[in-house]
């Protein structure tokens, strides 16, 4: 949308109003002047009036072809005119005739009204001149011998200075209502480039807007050989402002954050001269800052500092203080690249790798992390080839318990046969699907298979543990997650005590009450839940007594280091086995690749184990096998 655009529609839509206003009202003085045309007109034939009843007979079926034509086609503009030229005619016809009793005069001054009304401003003031000169030849030159009655001087003077007051009131107030008009439609067209161009919360530049500024300061910096700064900021923990304070109180955190960085880029010692334009909103809580006219690539880095310091010690809005900060990315023209939308594209990268490594902090755009974006397009590219052509298969490892050696839970693993993957693990590519949003549909899969395949170990082959699917944090903010669980049990007649859902300890957020909701629903469900990869994220101990935990599942880490020459990270698994023991939760420990680990977590009290030491990851049919051959024995 441009500008020219929005001031063409806007002049259109009133330009419609306008028309609707002079159609109906040509209509309305057409038809009440043909009937008065022909009751005047009859009556002056009557009275023997032969040429004044015939220019009046005449001109009201002029009219009323006028009206026909006008409600056929409806083309305002052309009745008016000829609508004008009969009030005219009419106007002269009383002039030139007196009319009944010489009381034309009285007649003239209504109608010569109406013909200004019917009109715009500047065809009116043509309509009035047309009617003053000829009016003044008529009265006040030998042109007066076409006359058929005669005015004394003053009623001939009293005549032209009536009619020229009345004519210049109407004028008057035509040119107000023009003028009402072009108001009312700058006002239009200033209400709709703001829309257009800037945010309806923060009144800043929106994308468009900038993309536009963009381009300009990148042409003037082309010829005047200036480097330019962008930085892309995208506000951390953001969302959890909105989940747990309401929008509101996001609206209020953007606005209050907009304002503060435009003070922050308009530093005392005038590194930086940005103008208003500088800042823009892009989309939800992601800001851009344009920085002209830089000397060095590091005055964009000091700019960055500056706004991180705006989230010291958190960000507070309304007395209330939101762990909220900032990931910045920096990508400097010409050094980078000397095209505008590359520029935004590399400062976005650079963003997402500021938030890759540990958030609150900035960082430039290199090549590096440019790779790594191409690799994170790759595996995305190859997510959604594997969905489209189904190439994720599921592996399956054994679950043993400690007590017997028994296999009492099978974990489904996510494998995929896609050659743009190849050599890329679940490790690698999971993030990348959430990211993008298709870790749901990917989730969504190995449910069903997972599923599907424990029923058929259920009904074929006896086996009475449980089926382990580790499931995205992603899915602990959807609330159709436990509506789709349910479903799932209910279309292949599991018991619910049979599934045991995975998710990874850091996917748990403090105080998210969404989080809660939903593990809550799916232990309502009856599914046993697993804390995966416990003792790496940042649940407090006194935390787990809120989460409908069933199972605690031991890092490999640290069943590695169990005799590691590092103290607390050896002593963690009997932590983490104490802990489930004040809590009454299940003890699982991955990674147990050594005879001397599976011993050890035996000696003290660990329930179930798995690891390389037991079994590796297996196909369906060496699955089957394995378990065939635990019942023979």
Same mark, same amino acid.
């Given at each position: 949308m441009?500008q020219?655009?929005d001031t063409?529609?806007?002049q259109?839509?009133?330009?419609q109003?306008?028309?609707?206003?002079? *159609?109906t009202?040509?209509? +309305? !003085?057409t038809l009440i002047?043909? @009937?008065?045309l022909?009751?005047?007109? &009859?009556l002056? #034939?009557?009275?023997q009036a032969?040429l004044?009843?015939?220019i009046l007979?005449?001109?009201a079926?002029v009219?009323l072809?006028?009206?026909?034509?006008l409600?056929?086609t409806g083309?305002v503009?052309?009745?008016?005119?000829?609508l004008s030229g009969?009030?005219f005619?009419?106007?002269m016809?009383?002039l030139?005739t007196?009319?009944?009793?010489?009381?034309?005069?009285?007649w003239?001054y209504?109608?010569?009204a109406i013909?200004?009304?019917?009109n715009?401003?500047?065809p009116?003031?043509?309509?009035?001149?047309? *009617?003053?000169?000829?009016? +003044? !030849?008529l009265?006040f030159?030998p @042109?007066?011998?076409?006359?058929?009655t &005669?005015y004394? #001087?003053v009623e001939?003077?009293?005549f032209i200075?009536?009619?020229?007051?009345l004519?210049?009131?109407?004028?008057?107030a035509l040119?107000?209502?023009e003028?009402s008009?072009?108001?009312?439609?700058?006002?239009?067209d200033?209400?709709?480039?703001?829309m257009?161009?800037?945010?309806t919360?923060?009144?800043?530049p929106?994308?468009?807007?900038?993309?536009?500024?963009?381009?300009?300061?990148?042409?003037?910096?082309?010829?005047d050989?200036q480097?330019v700064?962008?930085?892309y900021?995208?506000?951390?923990n953001?969302?959890?402002v909105n989940?747990?304070?309401?929008h509101?109180?996001g609206?209020k955190?953007?606005l209050?954050? &907009?304002?503060e #960085?435009?003070?922050?880029i308009?530093?005392?010692d005038h590194v930086?001269?940005?103008q208003?334009e500088?800042?823009a909103?892009?989309?939800?809580d992601?800001?851009?800052v344009?920085?002209?006219?830089?000397?060095d690539?590091?005055?964009?880095?000091t700019?960055?500092?500056?706004?991180l310091?705006i989230f010291?010690?958190?960000?507070e809005?309304?007395?209330?203080?939101?762990?909220?900060?900032?990931s910045?990315?920096?990508?400097?023209?010409?050094?980078?690249?000397a095209?505008?939308?590359?520029?935004?594209?590399?400062?976005?990268?650079a963003?997402?790798?500021?938030?890759?490594?540990?958030?609150n902090?900035f960082?430039?755009f290199t090549?590096?992390?440019?790779e790594?974006?191409?690799?994170?397009q790759?595996?995305e590219n190859?997510l959604?080839?594997?969905?489209?052509?189904h190439?994720f298969?599921l592996?399956f490892?054994?679950?043993?318990?400690?007590?017997?050696?028994d296999i009492?839970a099978?974990?489904?693993?996510?494998?995929?046969?896609?050659?743009e993957?190849?050599?890329i693990?679940?490790?690698?590519f999971i993030?990348v699907?959430e990211?993008?949003?298709?870790?749901k549909?990917i989730d969504?899969?190995?449910l069903?298979?997972a599923?599907?395949r424990?029923?058929?170990?259920?009904?074929?082959?006896?086996?009475?543990?449980?089926m382990?699917?580790n499931?995205?944090?992603?899915e602990l903010?959807?609330?159709?997650?436990?509506?789709?669980?349910?479903?799932?049990l209910?279309?292949?007649?599991?018991?619910?005590?049979?599934?045991e859902?995975e998710v990874t300890?850091t996917?748990?957020?403090?105080g998210?009450?969404t989080?809660?909701?939903?593990?809550?629903?799916?232990?309502e469900?009856g599914v046993?839940?697993a804390?995966?990869?416990?003792?790496t994220?940042y649940t407090?101990f006194?935390?787990l007594?809120?989460?409908?935990?069933?199972?605690?599942k031991?890092d490999?880490?640290?069943?590695?280091?169990?005799f590691?020459?590092?103290e607390p990270?050896s002593?963690?698994?009997?932590?983490?086995q104490?802990?489930?023991?004040?809590?009454g939760?299940r003890?699982?420990?991955?990674?147990v690749?050594?005879e001397?680990?599976l011993?050890?977590?035996k000696?003290?009290g660990?329930d179930?184990?798995?690891?390389y030491?037991l079994?590796?990851p297996?196909?369906w049919?060496?699955?089957?096998?394995?378990?065939?051959?635990?019942?023979?024995s």
């Open positions: 441009s020219t655009h063409t529609t806007g259109k839509e009133m330009m109003v306008r028309h609707r206003r002079r *159609f009202l040509c209509q +309305i !003085l002047g043909v @009937l008065f022909f009751a005047l007109g &009859s002056s #034939l009557y009275n032969f004044l009843g015939s007979i005449s001109s079926l009219g072809i006028n009206l026909y034509l409600r056929r083309n503009e052309r009745a008016a005119i000829v009969i009030l005619v009419l106007c016809s009383l030139i007196g009319g009944k009793d010489n009381t034309g005069m009285l003239i209504p109608i010569a013909n200004l009304f019917i715009r401003f500047w009116a003031v043509v309509v009035f001149c047309i *009617f003053s000169i000829t009016s +003044i !030849l009265l030159t @042109l007066s011998s076409l006359l058929m &005669s004394t #001087l001939a003077i009293r200075l009536t009619t020229l007051a004519n210049l009131i109407c004028l008057a040119r107000s209502e003028q008009y072009e108001t009312i439609i700058k006002l239009h200033d209400d709709i480039r703001q257009a161009f800037y945010d919360l923060t009144g800043l929106n994308r468009w807007n900038f993309k536009t500024n963009l381009q300009r300061v990148i042409d003037r910096a082309t010829k050989k480097k700064g962008l930085l900021i995208d506000l951390d953001f969302k959890q989940d747990q304070y309401g509101e109180m609206d955190l953007l209050k954050f &907009s304002e #960085l435009w003070s922050e308009r530093p005392s930086l001269k940005p208003e500088s800042i909103r892009l989309a939800g992601e800001f851009v344009l920085l002209p006219n830089i000397k690539a590091f005055d964009a880095g700019v960055a500092t500056r706004i310091n010291d010690g958190g960000f809005v309304d007395g209330i203080t939101h762990l909220t900060y900032a910045i990315g920096i990508a400097v023209f010409p050094d980078d690249t095209e505008p939308s590359e520029l935004l594209h590399y400062a976005d990268t963003m997402y790798d500021a938030k890759q490594n540990g958030r902090c960082r430039f090549q590096e992390i440019a790594t974006i191409k690799q994170r790759k595996i190859g959604r080839a594997s969905l489209e052509n190439q298969t592996a490892m054994p679950i043993f318990n400690c007590d017997n050696d009492v099978i974990e489904a693993l996510l494998r995929c046969k896609a050659p993957l190849e050599g693990g679940p490790d690698q993030p699907a990211s993008t949003g298709l870790i549909e969504l899969w190995v069903e298979h599923l599907q424990l029923v058929v170990l259920q009904q074929q082959h006896n086996f009475t543990g449980k382990c699917i499931i995205s944090g992603v903010h959807n609330e159709n997650f436990p509506p789709l669980i349910k479903r799932l209910e279309t292949h007649e599991i018991n619910p005590c049979s599934v859902l300890e996917a748990l957020v403090a998210d009450k989080c809660l909701e939903t593990l809550n629903a799916l232990n469900l046993s839940l804390l995966d990869d416990f003792g994220g407090a006194s935390q007594i809120h989460y409908p935990a069933d199972c605690l031991i490999r880490s640290f069943v590695n280091d169990l590691s020459e590092k990270r002593k963690m698994v009997l932590i983490i104490n802990l489930a023991e004040l809590y939760l003890v699982i420990a991955e990674g690749e050594t001397e680990q011993n050890y977590l000696r003290h660990c179930w184990a798995q690891g030491f079994s590796r297996l196909l049919d060496d699955l089957l096998t394995k378990l065939d051959s635990q019942h023979c």
